[in-house]
């Protein structure tokens, strides 16, 4: 049995959940999320609480129950509360900076990189002196947050001898020996 897939989901205060011909839509004040659900999974709504139901013990309806189960539920804190990722640039003449939803990066290259970033996704950059530059995140889109955090930490992934590069807030990199004479 899917142990994910059997936990019930509440839902807070100013949060909607609808259900429409395999579609999932969720409300809140944050935003609108939708998600189509496979044929055979469906989904009970009482009282507040949400569970997620399988047609069969199969392997691919268990993979499906847990899926849908985590989907549905990162909806449901996205569209109340949200979520953040922060990413710290390491490194000499590394600098973040922001206009709207346009992030300016330098990150050792001879030119500067410009990403624009989705409407649901705000950004911040915080550049103290004697620290690392930080960027931070906002979304009610886990998802589209993760991939954004993703595609900022590909430009200069951290190296392993100097440990330079963009990383998330609290990454582990592990670092090699240089060369031994």
């Known amino acids: 049995m899917s142990r ?3 936990s019930i989901i509440e839902i807070p205060a100013g949060v909607t959940v609808n259900v429409k011909d395999n579609v999932v839509t ?17 989904l009970d709504q009482k009282d507040g609480v949400i569970t997620i139901n399988r047609p069969s013990e199969s392997k691919s309806h268990k993979a499906l129950h847990g899926l849908y189960r985590a989907l549905i539920h990162n909806m449901i804190v996205g569209t109340s509360t949200g979520f953040t990722k922060q990413l710290e640039l390491v490194g000499v003449g590394y600098r973040a900076s922001h206009q709207g939803n346009r992030l300016d990066l330098s990150l050792g290259f001879s030119h500067g990189i410009i990403l624009n970033l989705p409407s649901e996704v705000s950004v911040d950059t915080l550049t103290e002196k004697g620290k690392n530059p930080i960027i931070t995140l906002n979304s009610y889109d886990k998802q589209l947050l993760g991939m954004v955090a993703a595609k900022i930490r590909s430009f200069r992934k951290p190296e392993p001898y100097k440990g330079k ?3 998330f807030v609290g990454e582990n990199v592990r670092r090699k020996a240089g060369k031994s004479a």
């Open 165 to 167: 590069g963009v990383r």
């Open 26 to 42: 969720v409300k809140g004040p944050k935003g609108e999320l939708t998600q189509t659900l496979t044929e055979g999974i469906t």
């Open 4 to 6: 994910i897939g059997k």
